[in-house]
């Protein structure tokens, strides 16, 4: 019923800057909590940031000032604009929203997208 669809991934140099993307469609009644989070080889899956309906947001310690976080209600998307990147930043990233669908509510999940950041 709902599809979370991610893009803007891929590869850049350090100190470089990407954009990703995260739109979800389907039988959506209202999109919650918005976030981005991180998995990279052999780590554990980590919040790099989230942002409330009303536009509230928080941020990792270690992507704080360099990565900003927005969302476009109206078309029940996310954004990550990433500069500054720099190697640790690589991993795979999924958004993650909190969709009320009819009186449901839940977590959904992007099939996530590769970020690699080379020194």
């Known amino acids: 019923q709902v599809q979370l669809v991610e893009s803007g991934g891929g590869l850049v140099q350090a100190g470089g800057s990407l954009r990703l993307s995260c739109a979800a469609s389907g039988r959506i009644f209202r999109a919650n909590t918005m976030g981005w989070y991180r998995q990279a080889p052999s780590q554990q899956r980590e919040l790099v940031a989230i942002?409330?309906?009303?536009?509230?947001?928080n941020y990792a310690d270690s992507v704080n000032v360099r990565f900003t976080i927005s969302r476009d209600n109206a078309k029940n998307t996310v954004y990550l604009q990433m500069n500054s990147l720099k190697p640790e930043d690589s991993a795979v990233y999924y958004c993650?929203?909190?969709?009320?669908?009819?009186?449901?509510?839940?977590?959904?999940w992007g099939q996530g997208t590769q970020v690699t950041v080379s020194p």
């Open positions: 993650k929203v909190n969709i009320q669908v009819d009186t449901t509510t839940m977590n959904y």
């Open positions: 942002i409330g309906r009303g536009g509230n947001t």
